[in-house]
């Protein structure tokens, strides 16, 4: 039933904690589109799963600005649910497509750049950049307790890309020989914030200090009417920090923050480049 965890669709999207805003949601539309095509559930249950969906990886706006967009187009055309899942899918990967190309004239031949966690939008633009023998080596962090980053230094080993591989404590230590910061994004919030995996805001402030350009890729899927008093964080399990038990200690295993945009030079989306309102008086 829809309003089971046991629905295999909802458990694989809580389940995941690696993969990122962009990866999830795809993997979430393909998985949703199996479904829909092999169980044929009825319009009540159907409904109900996208509802749950929708609300749950809630500091990742982008899976239920995805869901919203699968929603709209059941209500508005006679397909088959299925297919106009897979339709909104391929939406999703042509923006990210773009997205690409508009974040390769930040870049120039030779860069040093470096990043947070681990973004496949990230990932598909490093992929571009080897296609296009575009020279280039990267500057990643563990991004603990995940360690996502891990992940991103094997991929990036396997397409022969440079990578240094460096602790999160270590941000600041390495910021002086990058030559731009790029990060994914998981929701674009109204007030001026952006929200990224923790860590981000301590390496936006150490891009800043040093005058290095941060960019952002944050598609429009990603744009959330939340604010960072609204906005909800994912706390996963505290057993990931391996903390040593004690009547006082309290671990804490918040997995995303907000980050102000008067930190970051801009956002790379598919609509193009824009600068943030504070970066033009810099």
């Not at 995805?66 to 106009?84: M, Q, S, T």
Request: with cysteine; net charge negative.
């Amino acid at each position: 039933m829809a309003d089971q965890p046991t629905n295999p669709v909802l458990s694989r999207l809580k389940s995941d904690c690696q993969s990122g805003a962009t990866r999830l949601a795809l993997q979430t539309l393909e998985d949703l589109a199996d479904y829909l095509r092999t169980a044929r559930p009825g319009a009540e249950e159907r409904a109900g799963l996208l509802a749950e969906l929708r609300q749950a990886r809630p500091s990742m706006v982008v899976i239920g600005n995805a869901i919203d967009r699968v929603e709209r187009a059941l209500n508005r055309n006679g397909d088959e649910p299925w297919n106009l899942v897979e339709s909104v899918r391929r939406e999703f990967e042509a923006t990210t497509d773009r997205i690409v190309e508009n974040a390769l004239g930040q870049i120039h031949d030779g860069a040093v750049i470096m990043t947070h966690s681990a973004s496949s939008v990230l990932i598909r633009l490093f992929r571009r950049m080897v296609d296009a023998q575009i020279a280039f080596s990267v500057i990643c962090t563990q991004s603990s307790p995940g360690q996502e980053g891990h992940g991103l230094a094997s991929t990036l080993n396997e397409l022969e890309v440079p990578v240094t591989l460096i602790t999160d404590a270590q941000m600041a230590l390495f910021m002086s020989d990058a030559d731009v910061v790029m990060t994914g994004c998981d929701s674009w919030l109204t007030d001026g914030h952006f929200v990224n995996k923790s860590g981000t805001h301590l390496l936006a402030l150490a891009a800043y200090a040093h005058n290095v350009p941060f960019w952002v890729l944050a598609d429009t899927f990603r744009d959330s009417q939340d604010t960072r008093e609204s906005v909800h964080l994912e706390e996963l399990p505290a057993t990931e920090l391996n903390a040593p038990e004690g009547k006082w200690i309290t671990p804490r295993n918040v997995y995303f923050e907000p980050v102000p945009e008067q930190l970051i030079t801009g956002r790379i989306s598919e609509l193009g480049v824009s600068l943030c309102p504070v970066e033009l008086q810099r």
